[in-house]
């Protein structure tokens, strides 16, 4: 089993950084000394390049984090380069069928799991020109496919995209989730809960592991873990959390 995977069938909590307007890997190493043990670049909401998220991830891996790529919406071509590059998890935003999850999963695992384009030197091997015999099988047990399920019509379809080979992990996108409720935020409601519920029977039928991200209250973060979420903890983003601190800041020196 990936060690990482096997690492979120615990209890204890599991921590990631959202990447999202940092741009040297500064950020990663941040990460790692205080305490994360995995980074999530966020492409879906920025203008990053690809080669700046490679870099970064081969950085985390480096240092021992594991790195995901949450990639734009749909764009499957950029799953190649990126796993090239370093990424060793993929997140497919709004994924709301089986058939747009087996696209994901298929891009990210060699033939004949796949459709992953052959190549011999990845940043996981040094670079060092490995033939496709070793380097295939350890690259699709090291790589991650996590779908991130937003919606409504992708709760409903939680059986169906579980059930997917090639697919690790559901996540559940609360935020976006509420506000297709129309009730933005309110991560409280019962129907949030009930979904919450959904994939995770959906997962633990199809034996594949169920992340919530997008609640940040301890209390209800319990909650979902005990309907069956595992202890990744998405403590939040570069960007909001540079905000936070430069907030601070100036209110020591303006009081």
């Known amino acids: 089993m990936n060690a990482f995977l096997d690492r979120l069938h615990g209890i204890d909590p599991v921590l990631m950084l959202a990447i999202r307007s940092s741009r040297t890997a500064d950020v990663v190493r ?3 000394s205080t305490g994360h043990q995995a980074v999530m670049v966020d492409l879906e909401h920025s203008t990053m390049p690809l080669d700046t998220a490679a870099s970064l991830c ?3 891996g480096d240092l021992g984090l594991f790195p995901f790529v949450r990639v734009p919406e749909r764009e499957y071509g950029a799953i190649g380069r990126l796993l090239d590059g370093g990424a060793q998890g993929i997140v497919a935003p709004r994924t709301e069928t089986a058939v747009e999850a087996a696209t994901v999963a298929r891009a990210c695992r060699f033939a004949p799991r796949g459709q992953r384009s052959q190549l011999a030197t990845v940043p996981q091997f040094g ?3 490995t ?7 350890v690259l699709d047990d090291r790589t991650i496919v996590q779908i991130l ?3 409504p019509a992708g709760v409903a379809n939680a059986d169906e ?3 997917v080979d090639g697919v690790d992990m559901l996540a559940f996108g609360a935020n976006d989730f509420t506000a297709e409720l129309r009730v933005p935020g309110q991560y409280k409601d019962p129907r ?5 519920a959904a994939l995770a029977e959906a997962c633990k039928r199809h034996d594949k592991l169920l992340m919530v991200g997008g609640i940040s209250d301890p209390t209800l973060l319990l909650h979902v873990q005990a ?3 595992c202890p990744l903890r998405l403590t939040g983003t570069d960007t909001d959390m540079l905000y936070a601190g430069a907030a601070a800041r100036a209110e020591r020196y303006l009081t």
């Open 227 to 229: 309907l069956g979420a």
């Open 131 to 137: 033939p496709a015999a070793r380097l295939n099988p």
């Open 127 to 129: 670079m060092r020109p």
């Open 30 to 32: 941040i990460a790692k």
């Open 58 to 60: 081969a950085t985390a």
């Open 161 to 163: 995209i579980a059930a």
């Open 192 to 196: 949030v809960i009930e979904a919450v």
């Open 149 to 151: 399920v937003e919606t």
